[in-house]
């Protein structure tokens, strides 16, 4: 089973440039979601989505969209790329989410920089 | 607004040598307090979900425990494939807070 799988595994980007991140997890979970981890602080969690054509925003939603047309995938748009937004980014899934205390999937990570 | 404090951030530990780590938690309605594990260059592995103060859990060498203040991660005779870092989150209602986690370094 791949689980849930992100690209690109690295990514370097100038101020300013988009960019989509790719998520795609094949355990036909309902719960999507990205997390942002930067040294010294937890996971902050960027947006979720509860099942296809639902989303919302999460903790540190500025700068990033979202959308999910399938089940399987949650890409993440960068808009205009900020020196703010290097970090490590992940993806995550679960059957059924935060809600119901349901463990989290993680992939193993996109490092972005932005310089 | 829920808050998660692991300490320490970071602990060295010889083969054998057995520890604690800590993780304190101010949270309006604890629903579930979550373990993960998280290996250089992937993502967190998830390890327990503790629900209620007094419960415990075990995997190998590792047990978890939970007061209504803060959980513990006991590691008893390490091992230097248990050199990680150890994440601990909580829940409520539906949002999930992380801690930055303590690195563990178990040298041989």
């Known amino acids: 089973n791949a689980g849930v799988t992100q690209t690109p595994k690295f990514q370097v980007l100038k101020t300013g440039q988009s960019m989509t991140l790719q998520c795609a997890q094949d355990m036909n979970h309902e719960y999507m979601s990205w997390y942002r981890q930067d040294p010294g602080m937890g996971l902050r969690l960027i947006h979720y989505s509860v099942g296809a054509g639902i989303t919302d925003q999460g903790e540190v939603p500025n700068g990033y969209n979202v959308s999910r047309s399938t089940t399987e995938d949650f890409p993440l748009r960068l808009l205009s790329a900020a020196p703010s937004q290097t970090s490590v980014y992940f993806c995550a899934s679960s059957d059924a989410g935060v809600a119901y205390n349901s463990p989290l999937h993680f992939g193993n990570g996109t490092r972005l920089t932005v310089t | 607004e829920d808050q998660v404090t692991q300490s320490p951030e970071a602990l060295r530990l010889q083969e054998g040598e057995s520890s604690s780590l800590n993780c304190s938690y101010t949270?309006?309605?604890?629903?579930?307090l979550f373990w993960y594990r998280q290996d250089p260059g992937k993502g967190p592995e998830f390890l327990f979900t503790?629900?209620?103060a007094g419960e415990e859990k075990e995997k190998e060498r590792l047990k978890a425990t939970l007061t209504k203040k803060e959980s513990f991660l006991h590691i008893t005779a390490p091992k230097p494939e248990d050199s990680a870092t150890y994440l601990c989150a909580v829940s409520s209602v539906y949002k999930l807070s992380f801690g930055a986690g303590t690195t563990v370094t178990v040298r041989a």
């Open positions: 503790l629900y209620s």
């Open positions: 949270v309006s309605g604890l629903r579930g």
